[in-house]
Antibody, heavy 119, light 107 residues
Framework: EVQLVESGGGLVQPGGSRRLFCAAS????????MHWVRQAPGKGLEWVSY????????YYADSVKGRFTTSRDNGENSLYLQMNTVSGEDTAVYYC????????????WGQGTLVTVSS | ETVMTQSPDTLSVSPGEGATLSCRAS??????LAWYQQKPGQAPRLLIYSASTRATGIPARFGGGGSGTEFTLTISSLQSADFAVYYCQQYNDWPYTFGQGTKLEIK
């Protein structure tokens, strides 16, 4: 069974940093591209970042570019999102999601982890 | 950036009836369009990809159509489990973008 489990969320002060984790199981993680998507409270979905299966290609939304860094460790079946210089606009549930191979859409999502930016 | 616009924002339908949700792209996304269902407190679930292909385990009452800039999600004979928020997403170009969502509520 495919499972994606995010962790690392919590309360962060404005200007601070946080590292999110996504643990993958039930599939060969190294074969799959991955994304981060976020959802502010009561709002819609916002794409955040993409990483290729090898980690060699990474894309970011303009809203996080230069502040967030996505990485992965295929040996540990893990995906990461390093969040720096956060602001209230970064308050959201952060989901990791797997790419459906050959079709580029997102076929499995984790349950999400909530990051709240507040002083 | 390709802007995705869904209509209506809210759709009220009685159980057993059908519903059609729309999604418009600001430029062509070919058929690289997905639909997701999200219930309160849950992660989104993939329903449709490539505009019209049902994802694994999705019932046949869910149907997708369209290409280019105009897309529809049709749900026939609505069941209580179908009342949720639905999002379209284009994955034709970067950044991937989602529509604002359509809330399907019980009439």
């Amino acid at each position: 069974e495919v499972q994606l489990v995010e962790s690392g969320g919590g309360l962060v002060q404005p200007g601070g940093s946080r590292r999110l984790f996504c643990a993958a199981s039930g599939f060969t993680f190294s074969n799959y591209e991955m994304h981060w998507v976020r959802q502010a409270p009561g709002k819609g979905l916002e794409w955040v970042s993409y990483i290729s299966s090898s980690g060699s290609t990474i894309y970011y939304a303009d809203s996080v570019k230069g502040r967030f860094t996505t990485s992965r460790d295929n040996g540990e079946n893990s995906l990461y999102l390093q969040m720096n210089t956060v602001s209230g606009e970064d308050t959201a549930v952060y989901y990791c999601a797997r790419v459906l191979r050959y079709f580029d859409c997102l076929d499995y999502w984790g349950q999400g982890t909530l990051v709240t930016v507040s002083s | 950036e390709t802007v995705m616009t869904q209509s209506p924002d809210t759709l009220s339908v009685s159980p057993g009836e059908g519903a059609t949700l729309s999604c418009r792209a600001s430029q062509s996304v070919s058929s690289k369009l997905a639909w997701y269902q999200q219930k309160p407190g849950q992660a989104p679930r993939l329903l449709i990809y490539s505009a019209s292909t049902r994802a694994t385990g999705i019932p046949a009452r869910f149907g997708g159509g369209g290409s280019g800039t105009e897309f529809t999600l049709t749900i026939s004979s609505l069941q209580s489990a179908d009342f949720a928020v639905y999002y379209c997403q284009q994955y034709n170009d970067w950044p991937y973008t989602f529509g604002q969502g359509t809330k399907l509520e019980i009439k």
